[in-house]
T-cell receptor, first 114, second 112 residues
């Protein structure tokens, strides 16, 4: 257990539904990252927060995806109008920042869109 | 549990042997490099990192080598153990740490 938690661990939804995932990073970690991972591939960067500010977004993050980190602590990732291609593992990672850049990953949320 | 190792290059070694896992990166501007280990059903786990101003760094049983000239990174695991069996990813990021790029991964299979 790295100290980063994600909820839910598994989500099955029907195409067209909205889903929201939550990430609780390690306390006082300034940096928070979201990734998507499909079978047999490395994690793909989605977005990055420094405290509450979303500073980087991947081109992979279509307008159906939105992420927030309202108080600089937990973060949510929402996918609207899910598609079958959204099926993947969604990983969250946090790091302290301030020259301490080791990322600690959560266990991930496994999404299956039927 | 979930298998993260489907269709990945596989390195098979005998328990006790040394393992070398290689990674080529593409961005000359990358400043920081990390190796991760991922077991089935789990998130990646940090192993060792190296900054671009270094060419070698050692940890416990692991060594990372960085060759910026050819944009190559390697992970050496000494005296490989069955518990080292997993998928290994390299990752790179530019100096501002705003995004990380992961390689495609190598599956390490340790035979007892």
């Amino acid at each position: 257990d790295t100290g980063v938690s994600q909820d839910p661990r598994h989500k099955i939804t029907k195409r067209g539904q909205n889903v929201t995932f939550r990430c609780d990073p390690i306390s006082e970690h300034n940096r928070l990252y979201w990734y998507r991972q499909t079978l047999g591939q490395g994690p793909e960067f989605l977005t990055y927060f420094q405290n509450e500010a979303q500073l980087e977004k991947s081109r992979l993050l279509s307008d159906r995806f939105s992420a927030e980190r309202p108080k600089g602590s937990f973060s949510t990732l929402e996918i609207q109008r899910t598609e079958q291609g959204d099926s993947a593992m969604y990983l969250c990672a946090s790091s302290p920042g301030r020259s301490q850049e080791t990322q600690y990953f959560g266990p991930g949320t496994r999404l299956l869109v039927l | 549990g979930e298998s993260v190792g489907l269709h990945l290059p596989t390195l098979s070694v005998q328990e006790g042997d040394n393992s070398i896992i290689n990674c080529a990166y593409s961005n000359s501007a990358s400043d920081y490099f990390i190796w991760y280990k991922q077991e089935s059903g789990k998130g990646p786990q940090f192993i060792i990192d190296i900054r671009s101003n270094m060419d070698k760094r050692q940890g416990q049983r692991v060594t990372v080598l960085l060759n910026k000239t050819v944009k190559h990174l390697s992970l050496q695991i000494a005296a490989t153990q069955p518990g080292d069996s997993a998928v290994y990813f390299c990752a790179e990021t530019p100096y501002n740490f705003n995004k990380f790029y992961f390689g495609s991964g190598t599956k390490l299979n340790v035979k007892p």
